[in-house]
């Protein structure tokens, strides 16, 4: 019989190089933010709470990532996907797939399509709200893109101090730039209005989610959707009426979400990128040696999937370790669905008890603690 799998204690966890790299990221981005914005020179006074809790957000995002790196499964096909990518006679290819997967899977959603139509529309409304409101609002707060008006009517955008197109007051392209957030805002609206409903209509959803982890995202960025309408229609309609409180409001909610972001659901947002590398093994793995069933000869994955396989449940804890010698992973899936079945149906039949009690004796013993 193999020898017994050796379990990852989360004791051994090191929390301090997560710590070292987490504070690293953020004193980059801090670097970053000065010379983006020459030594500070085109840098907002007004954003730096907003700057300020985006380098603490993004290094707490680093550390937990680095910290999720540490678990079995993370580790093992995280690296195994580096060292399958930067095969050198198979780089090129490799990159086609990588590039075909961002397309799909990133980009596209299809993964998500696969399971219902409004479940994609509902994510792809507040992926892309969001990861456009970023690339609008970070490059402003840090202080890398700015305007200057220049004549009467002419506005012209800053790239890192390098002078872009000068756009005209009134024009569709200016109005498109400064209205751009308010799209992408009623973009997360939709979406999370519809993830809502979902979760509310929805009784698989229901049996499992909870407030802090399902609603709070959705909410949390629906407020800062709504609050962002509030700062235009303040100033566009009601002569900046509230304008100060609702943008002091705007604000807290946006910090709140970046230190939201690395330890609660939307956490998910910086995982998914990882999963190019898994992608990209379950392709190869057609081209390795295959994985032979013990039970009916079929060759049905790479062998070094099924190795690498066996090593992360054998770190997570669980034996799956069989008489014959062989684990329950060496088997095919259908001999798996076979091989389960087969062991159920022989359960009323077994002499030796395979859990700590039985129903009969469990609902005996309540019987007796009652009388």
Same mark, same amino acid.
């Given at each position: 019989m193999a020898n017994a799998p050796q379990r990852h204690d989360p004791a051994e966890i090191n929390y301090s190089r997560p710590t070292i790299i987490g504070l690293l990221a953020a004193a980059a981005l801090t670097a970053l933010v000065i010379i983006g914005s020459r030594n500070l020179e085109h840098f907002d006074s007004a954003l730096f709470g907003y700057t300020v809790a985006s380098i603490v957000a993004f290094g707490a995002v680093v550390f937990r990532y680095a910290l999720w790196l540490q678990r079995p499964p993370t580790r093992i096909y995280f690296r195994?996907?580096? *060292?399958? !990518?930067?095969? $050198? +006679?198979?780089?090129?290819?490799?990159?086609?797939? /990588?590039?075909?997967?961002? &397309?799909?899977? #990133?980009?596209? *959603?299809? !993964?998500?399509? $696969? +399971?219902?139509?409004?479940?994609?529309?509902?994510? /792809?409304?507040?992926?892309? &709200?969001?990861? #456009?409101?970023?690339?609008?609002?970070?490059?402003?707060?840090?202080?890398?893109?700015?305007?200057?008006?220049?004549?009467?009517?002419?506005?012209?955008?800053?790239?890192?101090?390098?002078?872009?197109?000068?756009?005209?007051?009134?024009?569709?392209?200016?109005?498109?730039?400064?209205?751009?957030?308010?799209?992408?805002?009623?973009?997360?609206?939709?979406?999370?209005?519809?993830?809502?409903?979902?979760?509310?209509?929805?009784?698989?959803?229901?049996?499992?989610?909870?407030?802090?982890?399902?609603?709070?995202?959705?909410?949390?960025?629906?407020?800062?959707?709504?609050?962002?309408?509030?700062?235009?229609?303040?100033?566009?309609?009601?002569?900046?009426?509230?304008?100060?409180?609702?943008?002091?409001?705007?604000?807290?909610?946006?910090?709140?979400t970046l230190f939201y972001v690395p330890f609660g659901k939307l956490f998910h947002i910086v995982q998914r990128p990882a999963s190019i590398g898994v992608e990209l093994y379950q392709q190869r793995s057609h081209e390795m040696e295959q994985a032979v069933c013990p039970r009916c000869g079929t060759m049905f994955t790479g062998q070094m999937w099924i190795d690498d396989l066996k090593k992360v449940v054998g770190e997570l804890g669980f034996d799956y370790r069989l008489e014959n010698g062989y684990t329950l992973q060496d088997y095919c899936p259908r001999c798996k669905r076979v091989m389960r079945g087969l062991a159920y149906a022989a359960l009323p039949n077994a002499k030796e008890k395979v859990f700590l009690g039985s129903r009969a004796e469990t609902e005996a013993a309540r019987s007796g603690d009652q009388a």
């Open positions: 195994r996907g580096l *060292q399958l !990518f930067f095969q $050198r +006679r198979k780089l090129l290819k490799n990159t086609a797939v /990588a590039a075909e997967t961002v &397309g799909k899977n #990133l980009a596209a *959603q299809n !993964f998500i399509f $696969r +399971r219902g139509t409004s479940r994609w529309l509902m994510h /792809a409304l507040i992926m892309w &709200g969001c990861i #456009l409101s970023a690339l609008i609002t970070f490059p402003l707060a840090f202080g890398w893109v700015h305007f200057k008006l220049e004549g009467d009517m002419g506005y012209r955008a800053y790239l890192f101090g390098f002078p872009l197109q000068l756009m005209e007051g009134r024009s569709a392209t200016a109005w498109i730039t400064f209205h751009a957030l308010d799209f992408t805002a009623v973009m997360v609206i939709a979406g999370c209005a519809i993830a809502i409903h979902r979760r509310l209509k929805d009784r698989g959803a229901i049996a499992y989610q909870t407030f802090l982890l399902d609603f709070t995202p959705h909410l949390l960025l629906i407020a800062i959707s709504v609050s962002g309408l509030m700062l235009t229609a303040s100033s566009l309609w009601f002569e900046g009426y509230m304008y100060s409180f609702i943008a002091l409001s705007h604000q807290a909610l946006v910090i709140l």
